[in-house]
């Protein structure tokens, strides 16, 4: 047993929003330091980071600036500079997940066809249009229905699109197309893994969708599949990390079809949304497991402790300085952890915190879920209330 001197490591986080807040305050407590990257200054991570810099994530120097800084440099997004990332990868520096990982996961196409290669099942695919082309969708490779993907800079449903008909508007933008699969759910398994090679996936986790704004809303665990196909869920995710190479935390969404077959939809190479929940209701949360499997530690259990649900707090009608309603009422639900990411302003549909409620079973998650749903609000205000509690 060797000694080694604290913080144990130093992170560079390229981005600082909710992702990169967790990140901070899982490594805190496991005596880890934390150096965020983002060009807002006002980004949630900044202050529970050690240190911050003010800087573009395509900008070279600012990524150089956090390598300097860091052990180990990873993300809480992956759209970034990958050429400055993959030179300070070949002059040395840790870059996990590398360079050429993000590269992959950020163009939907080559994405989708690095999983077809190593045969990880998912929807058929075929590429469509280019950037500057106005493909109509009779032009396109499938015939409507199908779906449309931009390959670049899609998030939160934006970017993708059901064409129905021949007259549907596409898109405009290099894109894909796909089947339109018949989902019968929609579930996302947590994959760690390290660079010596550990590899444990977490049970699946439901997510649900507002079929309005296409983001998501709720998720659970467990997922309610068969164990059967939950197995099939976490061979089928271990399968596409595994293909891609991809280590820390990686995220693999997963459509569970009519008939039963488990199909890839894409990779996120970070912590997720839908792993919110595994704070409270997992022996190990997906922010310390990333940060175990970036710095090859070893990996915490990912068994279920709790049923869970975890709802996201989602900015109401009106922009302005956060204010909330329901508060103590939400705080004296059993077992409801509240996670406020310190954004502002509040906008429409802003991610603006989350709420897990646990339970010994799953029912009774979501019974006090629906009530803390029912009571709690987070909205903006146009006037700067600079009462005690407003900042
Ligand atoms: N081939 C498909 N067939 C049917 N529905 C699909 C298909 N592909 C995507 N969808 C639906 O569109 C949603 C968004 O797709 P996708 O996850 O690719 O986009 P995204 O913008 O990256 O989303 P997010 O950022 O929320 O993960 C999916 O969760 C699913 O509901
Ligand atoms: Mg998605």
Redesign the pocket.
Known sequence: MSEKRLPYARVGIVGAGQLGLMLCDAARRLGIATCVLDADSDSPAFVRADEAIVGDRFDPQALRKLAAASDVITFEIEHADTETLADLQASGTAVRPSATVLDTVRDKWRQRAALERAGVPG?NALLWSEEGDDSSPADAPLDPPF?Q?LRFG???????KIIRLEDDKPLPGASLV????D?RC?VAVLVARTPSGQELAYPPVRME?DPEA?I?TRCLLPAGLKSDVAERCRTVAIEAVRALGAVGICAV?LFVTGDGRVLV??LAPRPHNSGHLTIEASATGQFEQHLRAILDLPLGSVDTVRAAVMVNVLGGDSTGSPAVSGYEELLALPEAHLHLYDKRPSKPGRKMGHLTVCAGRLEGAVEIAGRAEALFRLNGHSADRREHGTR
């Open positions: 929807p779906v993907k899609g998030y939160d449903g934006r970017g993708v796909e089947e339109l699969v989902i929609e969708f296409n998501c969404e939809n894409e």
